[in-house]
C-alpha cells in the first residue's frame, strides 16, 4: 500500500478566467491597451482588463471611435483589441471592423452578450429586436471578419487560441461573444504558447516557383520591386528591403505603402503612380517586375514580366503557385538573387534622380508652402496620421525622414477617423511622437476629450480653408494656434513643437488656399497629359 510519501506530487492546474484567458493569449500576442466602451453586458470584460496591471483600458466616447483606435494601434502592434456591448455597440462599431477587414488590420472585436440564463427565462435584453435572435448580429459580423465564435467555459480555451490563431495568420479581424455569465467562469489557464500556423507549401509548388523564379530573374535585362500595404500587414517590409539590397533593386512604392520602405535608402524609386519620372521608369520600363503584398496588381501595368507575391500564394505570369505566402517567396527571391552567377541587372542606375519638392515657404498658405513647412516639422520616428482627401495627399508628399511611418484609412476614408487613430498610435507606441493632419472635422469633440484624457500629447494640423474651420472647442490642456499664411504656420509649428515637448497637446489651424492641387495630384496631371 503506498504511503503519502510514495505518491508523487501533481501539482494543481492553474485556473484562470474565460475573460482572464483571452486577455493572456491577447498579452502575449503583444498587446498592452484594450479599447471600448462600457456598457450593459461587457462589464465583466471591463473589469477583468482593469485587473491586469499589464494591460491598459481606453475609455473612448463612442464605440466607433473605439474601433478606429483598436485598428490603428494593431498596424503598429500587430493586433487591436476592442469591447463592446451586444446589439447597438457593436453595430456601432462595425463600420470601423470592415475598414480593418478592407486594410487588412488584425482587430479582435470582443462583444459583451446577454446572460444564458437571462436568455432562458425570455428577460428582454437592451438594444435587442423583438423576435430575440440573439445571433442577428453575429451573422452580421461574419461578412467582414475572418472568424467567429460563441464562447462557453467547455471550449472557450480552444475557441480562442482559433479565433486568435486566424486573426494572426491572415492579418483580418475577427468576433468573440462572451455571454455576460460566462466572462467569469472558470477555465485551465494557458500551458503553452499560442499556437501559431506556420506557412506550408507543397514541396512541388515550392520547388516549380524556385525553378522558374531563378530562370526568370537571370534572364531579365532588368528588374524593379514594387511595394503594396501588405507588405508591412504581414510583416515582411524587413524582407523586402534584404532582397533589394542583395539585387541593388530599386524599390517603388504605392500610395498606400508609403513608409514602408526607408526614403533614405539609396534604392527608394518614389510613389507609384502619383510620383515624378523615377518611380515610373523603375515600374514601366523594367523588364521584371517584382510586386510584393500588392492588390488589385491587374492595374499596375500589362507589359514585361511580373512576379506577382500575396498572402497565400504567388504568381509568375499568370501562372498561381498557391500557398505560398509572402515570408516564404521572399525569401526564396533573396535566396535565387544571391546565387546567381553575377549580379542580377537591376534598373537602379538608368533611374532618374528623385525630383526635390519645390522650396515655397513664403506667402500666403497653400498645399506646397504647408508640405515645405510640414516637411521641417517632421523628425525621425514620428508617426503621422493623415485624414483622407487633401490630408493624405499632402502628407503623401513629404519625404519621411529615417523611422516615421506614415498612417491613413487609404482603403476605407471614413469620416471621424483621425483623432481616434491617433489615439490608438499614441498608445501602440508611447515612445513615439504623433503628428495628425486632418481635413475632416466631424466628431471630434468627444474623442479630442478622450484623447487627452489619456495624457497624450499630440501635434494636430487641421486644414481649414479661407478661415472656415474653426479649432475645436477649447479644452483645458490643449494648447490652440491658427495660421493663414506660410511664415505664421513656420510661427505656429515651432511653437508647437515647444508645447509638445513639454507634454502638452498642441492643435494648429491652418487656412490652406484650396486652388492649388497637391503635390501628388499634380504630378499625376503632369504625367497624362
Known amino acids: 500500500m503506498s504511503t503519502p510519501q510514495d505518491t508523487p506530487?501533481?501539482?494543481?492546474?492553474?485556473?484562470?478566467?474565460?475573460?482572464?484567458?483571452?486577455?493572456?493569449?491577447?498579452?502575449?500576442?503583444?498587446?498592452?491597451?484594450?479599447?471600448?466602451?462600457?456598457?450593459?453586458?461587457?462589464?465583466?470584460?471591463?473589469?477583468?482588463?482593469?485587473?491586469?496591471?499589464?494591460?491598459?483600458?481606453?475609455?473612448?466616447?463612442?464605440?466607433?471611435?473605439?474601433?478606429?483606435?483598436?485598428?490603428?494601434?494593431?498596424r503598429l502592434r500587430g493586433i487591436g483589441a476592442l469591447v463592446t456591448t451586444f446589439g447597438?455597440?457593436?453595430?456601432?462599431?462595425?463600420?470601423?471592423?470592415a475598414g480593418a477587414w478592407a486594410e487588412s488590420v488584425p482587430v479582435v472585436h470582443i462583444v459583451g452578450t446577454p446572460a444564458l440564463e437571462a436568455r432562458q427565462v425570455g428577460a428582454a435584453p437592451d438594444h435587442d429586436m423583438p423576435d430575440r435572435d440573439y445571433d442577428r448580429f453575429a451573422r452580421i459580423a461574419s461578412e467582414v471578419t475572418a472568424a467567429q465564435a460563441d464562447l462557453r467555459a467547455g471550449t472557450a480555451p480552444e475557441e480562442i487560441d482559433?479565433?486568435?490563431?486566424?486573426?494572426?495568420?491572415?492579418?483580418?479581424?475577427?468576433?468573440?461573444?462572451?455571454?455576460?455569465?460566462?466572462?467569469?467562469?472558470?477555465?485551465?489557464?494557458?500551458?503553452?504558447?499560442?499556437?501559431?500556423?506556420?506557412?506550408?507549401?507543397?514541396?512541388a509548388v515550392v520547388a516549380a516557383f524556385t525553378g522558374r523564379a531563378r530562370r526568370m530573374l537571370a534572364a531579365a535585362d532588368s528588374t524593379s520591386l514594387l511595394l503594396g500595404h501588405l507588405a508591412d500587414r504581414y510583416r515582411v517590409t524587413g524582407q523586402v528591403r534584404d532582397l533589394a539590397i542583395a539585387g541593388q533593386l530599386p524599390v517603388a512604392v504605392l500610395p498606400t505603402a508609403k513608409g514602408d520602405f526607408p526614403e533614405s535608402d539609396p534604392r527608394f524609386?518614389?510613389?507609384?503612380?502619383?510620383?515624378?519620372?523615377?518611380?515610373?521608369?523603375a515600374v514601366e520600363d523594367t523588364e521584371l517586375l517584382i510586386t510584393v503584398g500588392v492588390t488589385m496588381t491587374g492595374g499596375v501595368r500589362p507589359e514585361g514580366h511580373r512576379i506577382d507575391l500575396a498572402p497565400e500564394q504567388a504568381r509568375i505570369d499568370g501562372t498561381v503557385y498557391p500557398g505560398l505566402g509572402l515570408r516564404r517567396s521572399l525569401a526564396i527571391l533573396t535566396a535565387a538573387v544571391v546565387a546567381l552567377a553575377r549580379p542580377v541587372r537591376s534598373a537602379l542606375a538608368e533611374l532618374p534622380p528623385l525630383e526635390a519638392a519645390p522650396d515655397v515657404r513664403g506667402g500666403p498658405l497653400t498645399p506646397g508652402s504647408l508640405r515645405a513647412r510640414m516637411q521641417d516639422l517632421?523628425?525621425?520616428?514620428?508617426?503621422?496620421?493623415?485624414?483622407?482627401?487633401?490630408?493624405?495627399?499632402?502628407?503623401?508628399?513629404?519625404?519621411?525622414?529615417?523611422?516615421?511611418?506614415?498612417?491613413?484609412?487609404?482603403?476605407?476614408?471614413?469620416?471621424?477617423?483621425?483623432?481616434?487613430?491617433?489615439l490608438g498610435a499614441s498608445l501602440a507606441e508611447p515612445g513615439r511622437r504623433v503628428v495628425l493632419i486632418a481635413g475632416d472635422t466631424a466628431g471630434w469633440q468627444a474623442e479630442l476629450a478622450a484623447l487627452l484624457g489619456q495624457g497624450l500629447a499630440p501635434v494636430i494640423i487641421v486644414l481649414g480653408r479661407d478661415g472656415g474651420l474653426a479649432c475645436a472647442q477649447p479644452q483645458a490642456s490643449l494648447v490652440t494656434l491658427r495660421a493663414g499664411t506660410s511664415?505664421?504656420?513656420?510661427?505656429?509649428?515651432?511653437?508647437?513643437?515647444?508645447?509638445?515637448?513639454?507634454?502638452?497637446?498642441?492643435?494648429?489651424?491652418?487656412?490652406?488656399?484650396?486652388?492649388?492641387?497637391?503635390?501628388?495630384?499634380?504630378?499625376?496631371?503632369?504625367?497624362?497629359?
Request: hydrophobic content about 50%; aromatic content about 6%; proline content about 9%.
Open 9 to 74: 506530487f501533481i501539482p494543481a492546474p492553474r485556473i484562470t478566467t474565460v475573460a482572464g484567458y483571452l486577455l493572456t493569449r491577447l498579452a502575449e500576442a503583444g498587446l498592452i491597451s484594450v479599447f471600448g466602451v462600457p456598457g450593459a453586458d461587457n462589464h465583466a470584460i471591463v473589469d477583468a482588463v482593469a485587473g491586469r496591471p499589464e494591460l491598459a483600458w481606453a475609455d473612448l466616447a463612442t464605440e466607433l471611435g473605439a474601433g478606429y483606435a483598436a485598428a490603428c494601434y494593431a
Open 88 to 97: 447597438a455597440g457593436e453595430l456601432s462599431a462595425l463600420n470601423a471592423i
Open 162 to 203: 482559433r479565433v486568435l490563431g486566424t486573426a494572426l495568420r491572415t492579418s483580418r479581424p475577427v468576433y468573440l461573444t462572451i455571454p455576460a455569465d460566462v466572462a467569469d467562469l472558470p477555465v485551465l489557464a494557458p500551458a503553452g504558447r499560442l499556437p501559431r500556423a506556420a506557412e506550408e507549401a507543397d514541396p
Open 269 to 281: 524609386a518614389g510613389l507609384y503612380p502619383a510620383t515624378a519620372k523615377r518611380a515610373r521608369v
Open 378 to 422: 517632421v523628425r525621425p520616428g514620428d508617426l503621422l496620421i493623415a485624414g483622407a482627401g487633401a490630408a493624405f495627399d499632402g502628407a503623401a508628399a513629404l519625404t519621411l525622414p529615417a523611422g516615421a511611418r506614415l498612417i491613413a484609412p487609404a482603403l476605407w476614408p471614413s469620416a471621424g477617423w483621425p483623432v481616434p487613430a491617433a
Open 487 to 529: 511664415h505664421e504656420l513656420a510661427w505656429a509649428l515651432n511653437a508647437a513643437r515647444y508645447h509638445a515637448a513639454a507634454g502638452r497637446p498642441v492643435l494648429v489651424e491652418a487656412d490652406v488656399d484650396a486652388s492649388e492641387n497637391p503635390l501628388p495630384l499634380q504630378e499625376l496631371t503632369r504625367t497624362t497629359r
